[in-house]
C-alpha cells in the first residue's frame, strides 16, 4: 500500500493536543462567515444522494500521473469537467510531479465510463491547489459552481457532497457538511466535515443541487472527519484565468510556480508585517509576537518533568499554519515564531550555557530537508549590540539561510537569538521563514530582533 | 651469536700477510645482522653451499661452488663468480659482476646472503655510554592524570542533568585502554626493532600526545565562543590529526635516529591524508543533512572577549551571504535532478 500515492498523497496535518503545532495549514476567514440557515434539502437523504451522484457521476474525472517509461500510475487523483469543451478543475499536488517533471511523467483521465485518454496542462494556482487541464471531447457532461459558495453565502450546515475516486477504488460520494471557511487561516479553505480520502483531491464537494461548492484538498489526520475544500470561487477564478491567457507551457511552468509564490509570500508577509507585533513578556525579557490572528501559538514547559530539570525551560511557539505544496519533497509558505525563556535552577553557568546550547546549536535548519530542492545553507553568527544599550540586552545571533533551487528568489531563512547579559537566565528566539524572498525575510529578521528588549 | 662469534675467532689465532694487518669475513643474514665472522688466513678461500668449502653458507640460493676470493699480489681482495646460477652483486647495484675488488665498504650479494669484508685497520664507532635515564613513566602519569582532569571538567562544566557515575566512569577506562594498548604495540615494535622496549618513553610520548590534543580542545571550545570564531572549533580535528603525526614521529625517532627526514616526511603523509579524509566525510555529511557548521557550545556572557556587531553591520553580513546562494542554486547538485532535467520542450 505504502507504494501508491494517491493524489500526490492528500496532505494532511497531523497536531497533537498541547504539543507544538502541526505541520501543514489551512484557509483563514477573511470574509464575515455566513449567517447559518436551514438546509434547503427537502428529498429524503439517501435518495437526494443518489441522485446527486447518477447526476453527477459523468462529469467526474480520475487523473492519473504515469510514469513515462513504464506507462503505469505513480499516483491518482480526481477531477471534473466544466465545460463541454473539455475543460477540467483538479488540485495542483494531483498533478504536481508531471509540472515539475514532466519528460518522466505523463498526465492521464479515465472517466467513470471507461474512456481515458491524455490531459493537458492550462493554468496552475499554487496558494489554492488548483489546476486546470483539458481533455479533448464536445458536449462533455459538466458540472457548474454553485452561486452562493461563489459569493462566499453558502450557510453553515449546508449538505456537500464530497465526490472522488478513494484509493483507486472506484467513484464514491460521501455525505458531509458545509462548515464555512477555516477561521484563522492565512490561506482559505472551506471546513468540510466528512471523509475525504486519498485519490478524491481534486474531486468536487458538490450541493444538493449538483453545483459545486469547493474542491477535496485535504484532510486531517489528527481528527475524525476533519476534512478541506477550496473554495469554489478560487477554481472559478482559476478557470477565468485559463480560458483568458494562452495555457501554461511545461517550460515556464517552473518560473510561474516561482512567480505564483513570490506574489503569494509578498502578500504574506506584507499581510504580517500590517497586522504588527505584539510585545509578550519572558521573564525578564519581552519578544514580539504576531498580532496576526492565523497564527497557531502552542505554549511548553519542563517543568513538571521527572528527574526535576535542572534548568526551566517555557517556550512559546507560534505557526502560521499556511503551508503550500510544491513537491513531495518540498513546501512553502510557512512562517514559526518562537521563544524559550530558559532559567537556571540548580546549574551553574558554565552547565546552564551547556544546556541553552541545545537549543541554539539546532540553528543551521536541517528541517525537511531535500539535496534535490535546496542549496547547503549559509550561515552568519556574530555577537549583535541592541540599538540601545538601556533598553536591550547583546545577543549571540545565526543567520541561515538556503535558497531553493528550483525558484529564484526563494529561501529558507532562519534567524536564532540568544540574550547575553545574565550568567543563569536567558531568552532563545527563533524566526523561521519558508520560501521567503531574501528581502522580506531580513525585512522580518531586523524587526524581530529589534523587539527583543528588557521589560523594565 | 656470539659464542659463534668467538669460534670463529679463536679458530684462527694466526696472522696472515705481513703481519701488520689481517682481515675478517663476514657473513650477513637477511636482515644484514652479522650472523657469523671468521677470520681469513690463507691467500684464497671459496664460499659456497658444499661442505668443502672454506666458508658454508646454508642459504639455499647459493650455489654449491658459488664464490672464490683471493688476495692479489698488490694486496687488493677480489671475489670471482665461479658459475652460480644467481650470481654476485655488490649490494645496491642491480649489475650482475663476475670479478670484484673488495675493499672494506663493498658488501656482496650472494642469493639472500651479505658477505662482507672487514680489514683490520677498519674504524669503529665509539663507545656508546650505557644510559642511565631518569624513568619516564612518573612524568607519564601526571600527564593521563591531567587528561582525566581535564575530561571530568568538561563533562561536569557539560552537566545538564541528573550527574551519573557512569559518564565519569567511561573516560578512565577509555583513557587508560587507548594509553595502554598504543604503548604495547610501540613497546612491540621497539623491542623487534631496536631490541629493547623502552615503555616508559612510549608512554611518556603518547600520554603528552593526549593531553596535548585535550587541552587544545578545551581552549577552542571556550576561545571559539570568546572570539566568536566558529572555525576554532569545528576544525579542531585539523590540530587533532597534526597532534597524532607529532606522536607518531616521536615514537619513529625513539624506535633510532636514523632516517629522520623520512620518518617525519611518513608522518606529515599520514596527517595530510587523515585531515583530507576527515574533511571530505565531513562536508559530504553537512552536503546530506543539509547542516551548516555554526558554533556548538555556548559560553557563559562573561567570557565573551570581541566587542558586540551593531545591527546593521549583522545584516548587512547576512545581506552579503545571497550571492553565495544564488551561486549555488546554479549548480547541479551532487545527486538527483536539478532544475537542468526540466528541459521543458513539450
Redo the contacts between chains.
Keep these: 500500500m505504502r507504494n501508491q500515492r494517491y493524489g500526490g498523497g492528500l496532505r494532511c496535518a497531523s497536531l497533537l493536543a498541547g504539543v507544538f503545532a502541526s505541520s501543514v495549514v489551512w484557509a483563514q476567514a477573511l470574509q464575515p462567515q455566513p449567517p447559518a440557515t436551514a438546509s434547503t434539502t427537502t428529498a429524503p437523504m439517501s435518495a437526494a444522494a443518489e441522485g446527486i451522484y447518477a447526476a453527477t457521476r459523468p462529469s467526474l474525472l480520475q487523473v492519473r500521473t504515469l510514469v513515462e517509461a513504464a506507462g503505469r500510475q505513480s499516483s491518482i487523483g480526481s477531477g471534473f469537467l466544466v465545460s463541454a469543451d473539455g475543460l477540467a478543475i483538479t488540485n495542483y499536488h494531483v498533478v504536481s510531479q508531471y509540472v515539475l517533471?514532466?519528460?518522466t511523467y505523463r498526465l492521464e483521465f479515465a472517466r467513470p465510463d471507461g474512456t481515458h485518454g491524455a490531459l493537458t496542462l492550462l493554468a496552475i494556482d499554487i496558494a489554492n491547489d488548483l489546476a486546470v487541464v483539458r481533455l479533448d471531447g464536445t458536449d462533455l457532461p459538466h458540472l457548474e459552481f454553485d452561486p452562493a459558495a461563489v459569493a462566499g453565502d453558502l450557510p453553515r450546515g449546508e449538505r456537500v457532497y464530497a465526490m472522488g475516486n478513494p484509493l483507486d477504488l472506484g467513484f464514491t460520494i460521501v455525505e458531509g457538511t458545509y462548515n464555512g471557511l477555516v477561521e484563522r487561516s492565512y490561506n482559505e479553505r472551506v471546513h468540510f466535515t466528512g471523509a475525504i480520502n486519498p485519490g478524491m483531491s481534486g474531486g468536487p464537494g458538490v450541493t444538493a443541487a449538483g453545483k459545486v461548492a469547493g474542491i477535496n484538498v485535504a484532510k486531517r489526520l489528527d481528527g475524525e472527519l476533519v476534512s478541506f475544500l477550496v473554495p469554489a470561487r478560487k477554481a472559478a477564478a482559476l478557470l477565468e484565468r485559463a480560458r483568458k491567457d494562452s495555457p501554461l507551457?511545461?517550460?515556464?511552468?517552473?518560473d510561474e510556480i516561482d512567480h505564483q509564490l513570490l506574489a503569494w509570500q509578498d502578500g504574506f508577509y506584507h499581510a504580517l508585517e500590517e497586522k504588527g507585533f505584539r510585545a509578550t513578556r519572558f521573564g525578564p525579557y519581552q519578544a514580539p509576537e504576531s498580532a496576526a490572528d492565523w497564527f497557531n501559538c502552542w505554549a511548553r514547559t519542563n517543568a513538571e518533568q521527572t528527574?526535576k530539570p535542572?534548568?526551566q525551560m517555557d517556550s512559546s511557539s507560534c505557526n502560521s499554519q499556511s503551508s503550500l505544496f510544491i513537491a513531495e519533497d518540498i513546501e512553502s509558505g510557512r512562517s514559526e515564531l518562537t521563544h524559550a525563556y530558559v532559567r537556571s535552577v540548580d546549574?551553574?553557568?558554565?552547565?546552564?550555557?551547556?544546556?541553552?546550547?541545545?537549543y541554539?546549536?539546532s540553528?543551521?535548519?536541517?528541517r525537511s530537508?531535500s539535496?534535490?530542492r535546496?542549496?547547503?545553507?549559509?550561515?552568519?553568527?556574530?555577537?549583535?549590540?541592541?540599538?540601545d544599550a538601556a533598553t536591550a540586552p547583546?545577543?549571540?545571533?545565526?543567520?541561515?539561510?538556503?535558497?531553493?533551487?528550483?525558484f529564484?528568489g526563494l529561501?529558507d531563512i532562519a534567524l536564532t537569538t540568544?540574550t547575553?547579559?545574565?550568567?543563569k537566565e536567558a531568552l532563545v528566539s527563533r524566526l523561521a521563514l519558508q520560501g521567503v524572498s531574501?528581502e522580506n525575510g531580513?525585512s522580518l529578521?531586523?524587526r524581530f530582533?529589534?523587539e527583543i528588549t528588557w521589560t523594565k | 651469536m656470539d659464542e659463534v662469534n668467538m669460534a670463529a675467532a679463536n679458530a684462527a689465532p694466526a696472522r696472515v700477510g705481513d703481519g701488520a694487518e689481517f682481515v675478517w669475513l663476514e657473513v650477513l643474514g637477511r636482515h644484514r645482522d652479522v650472523i657469523t665472522r671468521q677470520r681469513i688466513t690463507s691467500k684464497a678461500i671459496t664460499v659456497g653451499r658444499a661442505y668443502d668449502n672454506d666458508i658454508v653458507l646454508d642459504d639455499p640460493h647459493v650455489a654449491a661452488h658459488h664464490l672464490r676470493i683471493a688476495r692479489g699480489d698488490d694486496g687488493a681482495w677480489t671475489a670471482t663468480d665461479l658459475g652460480s646460477v644467481n650470481g654476485v652483486f655488490v649490494e645496491g647495484d642491480r649489475a650482475r659482476r663476475q670479478h670484484i675488488v673488495l675493499d672494506g665498504a663493498t658488501t656482496l650479494q650472494l642469493g639472500h646472503t651479505g658477505l662482507r669484508l672487514r680489514r683490520s685497520t677498519q674504524e669503529v664507532a665509539p663507545e656508546l655510554p650505557v644510559l642511565r635515564s631518569v624513568p619516564r613513566w612518573p612524568l607519564a602519569l601526571v600527564c593521563i592524570g591531567a587528561v582525566l582532569a581535564l575530561e571530568w571538567l568538561g563533562l561536569w562544566l557539560g552537566e545538564t542533568g541528573e550527574p551519573k557515575l557512569i559518564r565519569y566512569l567511561t573516560p578512565l577506562l577509555s583513557v587508560a585502554a587507548v594509553i595502554t594498548v598504543w604503548t604495547t604495540v610501540w613497546g612491540l615494535l621497539s623491542r623487534v626493532f631496536t631490541g629493547q622496549a623502552r615503555l616508559g618513553v612510549h608512554l611518556l610520548i603518547i600520554s603528552a600526545g593526549v593531553l596535548a590534543f585535550s587541552l587544545y580542545q578545551q581552549i577552542t571550545e571556550f576561545g571559539a565562543f570568546a572570539l566568536s570564531w566558529t572555525a576554532l572549533s569545528s576544525s579542531v580535528y585539523v590540530i587533532g590529526w597534526l597532534i597524532f603525526a607529532a606522536v607518531c614521529f616521536a615514537h619513529l625517532r625513539a624506535l633510532g635516529p636514523s632516517r629522520l627526514p623520512l620518518k617525519a616526511g611518513a608522518v606529515l603523509a599520514l596527517a595530510a591524508l587523515g585531515i583530507t579524509m576527515q574533511h571530505l566525510k565531513l562536508s559530504e555529511w553537512r552536503s546530506t543533512y543539509g547542516q551548516a557548521a555554526t558554533l556548538q557550545r555556548l559560553q557563559p556572557p562573561s567570557l565573551r572577549v570581541v566587542a558586540a556587531q551593531a545591527q546593521t553591520a549583522f545584516f548587512a553580513n547576512d545581506a552579503a551571504l545571497q550571492a553565495a546562494l544564488d551561486k549555488s542554486r546554479n549548480e547541479e547538485p551532487a545527486d538527483g535532478d536539478g532544475p537542468g532535467e526540466m528541459g521543458g520542450d513539450d
Design positions: 517533471e514532466p519528460k507551457t511545461l517550460a515556464q511552468a517552473r528527574p535542572r534548568a546549574l551553574n553557568a558554565f552547565q546552564f550555557t551547556a544546556f541553552l546550547s541545545q541554539y546549536a540553528a543551521s535548519m536541517a530537508w539535496r534535490k535546496l542549496t547547503q545553507p549559509e550561515c552568519h553568527e556574530d555577537f549583535v549590540a541592541p540599538a547583546v545577543l549571540r545571533a545565526v543567520w541561515c539561510a538556503r535558497a531553493y533551487r528550483d529564484a529561501y540568544v547575553q547579559d545574565r550568567d531574501y531580513l529578521a531586523k530582533m529589534g
